[in-house]
């Protein structure tokens, strides 16, 4: 094996493979593989960190479960009676159902009683004043009082 010379790119650029693709270069890209695969063997500690790396990743990835327990699984599907499950969450759901339009409704009234008292509540009532300063604008004048302690207003 001849040494060949390697710049810190092309160092950073391997470990950043060997950390995406892992130790063995036949899983890489072919084009990663022609350009940088050579020189993974020219550093023995990238490659050494790179396969620690897959060492780590395939213990955790390894399934950790009895060998029967697909067929286990599988077996208690088999004997299930489908039908009657989904008949009996069917009754048990009906008095629910039934309810549903009357909690509708309810719904419906408490949102009108609700938005009754929130725009009674945003409406001012008009002052005295601002009537009178409107019925002046408007050309009124004011006459007096009538009998009924009401303003009277004329035209000029």
Not at 9 to 30: F, K, T, V
Not at 39 to 49: G, H, K, T
Not at 130 to 135: H, I, K, N, Q
């Amino acid at each position: 094996m001849s040494k060949v010379a390697m710049s810190t790119e092309q160092m950073n650029r391997l470990r950043e493979i060997c950390d995406a693709y892992g130790a063995d270069s036949a899983r890489w890209p072919a084009e990663l593989r022609e350009q940088y695969g050579p020189l993974l063997d020219d550093v023995p500690e990238i490659r050494n960190e790179a396969e620690m790396l897959d060492g780590f990743l395939n213990a955790a990835t390894a399934p950790r479960m009895a060998e029967d327990l697909e067929r286990r699984v599988l077996a208690q599907f088999d004997n299930a009676p489908i039908a009657v499950g989904w008949i009996a969450r069917l009754r048990r759901s009906l008095p629910r159902i039934r309810l549903a339009p009357a909690g509708l409704l309810a719904g419906i009234g408490a949102m009108g009683v609700a938005s009754g008292i929130v725009s009674a509540s945003a409406q001012t009532p008009v002052p005295p004043e601002s009537e009178a300063l409107s019925y002046i604008e408007n050309g009124l004048t004011f006459s007096g009082l009538t009998d009924e302690e009401t303003l009277q207003w004329d035209e000029d």
